[in-house]
């Protein structure tokens, strides 16, 4: 029921409010009605996923967030991956600004505190709908209680974001996402509830198209992941290109590869193109897709010894994440566009604070902190990993930290609840306290 469900809230399903069919609607209902099912006789979850959560409760006002601490798994099962450190830093970004919120008494109305739960999605659809509706059936633990919460922050994919903006509509529950930027989540015809702190992927797609104007690059290959964020960012860019072809500009060919559910013989196919007759003169690549397609693209072509000098041009999804050369026979000239932020010093300084030894408030830290300087915090005997220094290891530029570019984004995600509140209780209530 959950799998049948899932794909009637697939996107491709909610394209207009003309095609919300009572089919939909009802498939909808159906997702809700199992999932009660599952929690009232406790059937078996379709996820694998670990329900450990970060938590700060004590509060009167509970925000939950959603977010892929971990890749999938590799293998394409229901279980999760490696951890995903930018995403391990946006769940501490939650927790800086809540606390950051909460210290500041001239904020929030008097007594009012704000708590969190954050929830790993691993990145899957349905695992993100279930976190979702915990979160709106009031079955999310935090210690020994269950809570409901009054807003949600997330997700980080659009093709997710969507589909919980379906769910959540349908209870009034407001959503924001410091991450998702399908121009379709614009639409309050069918996302009311929705709202986000990055511009919508218009503007990304029509930078993108003033940068191959600029360099004058006039045969070009173009490469999306099979997925909302991918394919509506390159269907704006060659509408937007289109339109301004004042000097003929062509496509050499364009490859879409599927996600999240790609495999390595959907790169494969991809990197052949790039030999193709038709394509060999090509002088620059756009790539609209996730940090994953980047990397496996990139992959491929090395694994066919495909060594082409191009121009690769990156969405924000995986641009700034590959500016260091990781690949720098195929990334001869990278280009990336990204929403205009400004790190936070006051995060850097908190982030930099933590340490593995007395924060154990972030259930996945541990697991970040093994993975950052390759150790072992286990006593287990074949662990080929060296024990972890805890006397001299700290994080650092030098450990390899560098702030997720997302970072500020997020809290002003949690500030954008804040200030809601603030603004609630002023409009609405006598006295200085929250009311009813």
Partial sequence: WHCYACYALHPLYWQSASQMTKSSFLCILVFVFAHLLVHAYGIAGYSNVNDTSLTLSNSIVLLGVILPIHFPNENGDAKCGKVRGSNLQRAEAIAFAVNKINSDPNLLPAGTKLGFVVRDSCLMVNTALDRTLDF????????????????????????????????????????????????????????????????????????????????NWNYIITI??????????????????NSRNRTMRCIATNKEIPFPSYTQSDFDKAAAAFVEPMVINASAVVLFGHYDIAIGLLDALKRQNITRRLFWVGSDSWGKELQDGIYPMLLGNQISVAPTTIPSVEFDRYFESLHVSNHTSNPWFAEYWQDTFNCSLSNVTNDPRKPCDLANQRISSKSGYVQDSFIPLTIDAVMAFAYAIRNLQMNNCNGSGLCS
């Fill in 136 to 215: 709106i059936t009031g079955s999310t633990p935090v210690g020994n209680a269950s809570y409901r919460v009054s807003g949600i922050i997330g997700e980080t994919q659009s093709t997710i974001s969507i589909n919980m903006a379906s769910l959540l509509r349908l209870f009034r529950i407001p959503q924001v996402s410091p991450y998702s930027t399908a121009s379709g989540l614009s639409d309050k015809t069918l996302y009311e509830y929705f709202l986000r702190t990055p511009p919508p992927d218009n503007y990304q797609s029509a930078a993108l198209v003033d940068l191959v104007e600029y360099f």
């Fill in 224 to 241: 999306n992941s099979g997925d909302t964020y991918g394919r509506d960012g390159i269907n704006q860019f060659n509408k937007i290109l």
